[in-house]
Nanobody, 124 residues
């Protein structure tokens, strides 16, 4: 059974930074791609960033490119999202997800496992 547990969310002022972590266990998640998605109230779940199994390849949504950095530490079974220069429009619940393949993916259908989410609120 795969488990994904996010942490690191919170309230931050615009321009600030947060670092999200995702602890994963079960199955060989370290051999699959992973990603971060977010969902604001009344909105659909939105792709944020993804990383391939080794960490060598990353892919970002245009809205976060240059501000967010996805990384992983397979020795510690951890996925990270460093978020800098945060904006009020980044406010959402952020979800960690494990893909069904080895690469980078931007569609929710490419992911088979999801965490419960962590709230990020950016005040103006």
């Amino acid at each position: 059974q795969v488990q994904l547990v996010e942490s690191g969310g919170g309230l931050v002022q615009a321009g600030g930074s947060l670092r999200l972590s995702c602890a994963h266990s079960g199955r060989s998640v370290s051999t699959y791609g992973m990603g971060w998605f977010r969902q604001a109230p009344g909105e659909e779940r939105e792709f944020v960033a993804s990383i391939n199994w080794s960490g060598a390849t990353t892919y970002y949504a245009n809205s976060v490119k240059g501000r967010f950095t996805i990384s992983r530490d397979n020795t510690r079974n951890r996925l990270y999202l460093q978020m800098n220069s945060l904006k009020p429009e980044d406010t959402a619940v952020y979800y960690c997800a494990a893909a069904t393949g080895f690469g980078t993916y931007d569609r929710p259908s490419e992911y088979g496992y999801w965490g419960q989410g962590t709230q990020v609120t950016v005040s103006s």
